[in-house]
């Protein structure tokens, strides 16, 4: 059976609308788990050759964005999900094929979805402070949010954090 096409920014409760899932039954939120391991699964092997990436992106460091991929080893990942996949999650793979041609949105979607959430993952832990970095008020500590003498690269987290930013930043262009 085919399906309307999901676009792949969709939410979780839009998927499981067009799945006809309910997402408080367990055996589907089961089936959702399964398929995004197995999606998961492909993707490691995705990125694990950057012969996948685009030229302009080979360059880069992981984690990669979805659109870094050339459509070829995208198209070949969604083929390997669906080859990959489980007695049980493969009927639900199979029903994203659509009458507009437009193949595999299901898969599309679950593996859009684990580079969406694999770099999100990235950006919450480069907002962190560095491991070391001193606050303020410690013992030993200059009080003014410093590693040393030199101050922070970005604003001290608690202020970022709290969002009363003092909107001073260190540049080290004019060491300021």
């Known amino acids: 059976m085919s399906l309307p096409t999901l676009r792949m920014t969709d939410s979780r409760e839009t998927l499981f609308?067009?799945?006809?899932w309910d997402a408080s039954n367990p055996g589907h939120t089961s089936v959702y788990e399964i398929m995004n391991n197995e999606t998961l699964n492909v993707y490691e092997d995705l990125i694990a050759d950057r012969m996948n990436l685009r030229p302009d992106?080979?360059?880069?460091?992981?984690?990669?964005?979805?659109?870094?991929f050339t459509d070829e080893a995208v198209d070949g990942a969604l083929g390997r999900i669906l080859a990959s996949a489980s007695v049980v999650t493969q009927p639900y793979f199979v029903r994203g094929v659509n009458v507009r041609g437009d193949q595999y949105w299901v898969a599309r979607w679950f593996l859009w979805h684990v580079f969406h959430n694999r770099g999100r993952r990235k950006t919450n832990r480069t907002q962190r402070p560095p491991q070391g970095y001193d606050e303020g008020g410690g013992e030993g500590s200059t009080g003014a949010g410093q590693r040393g003498a030199r101050p922070p690269p970005y604003e001290t987290y608690s202020?970022?954090?709290?969002?009363?930013?003092?909107?001073?930043?260190y540049d080290p262009v004019r060491g300021v």
């Not at 609308?17 to 006809?20: C, K, N, S, T």
């Not at 992106?57 to 870094?68: I, K, L, T």
């Open 17 to 20: 609308r067009e799945l006809g």
């Open 57 to 68: 992106a080979r360059v880069e460091d992981p984690p990669y964005s979805y659109g870094q």
């Open 159 to 169: 202020t970022f954090a709290s969002g009363t930013g003092g909107g001073s930043f």
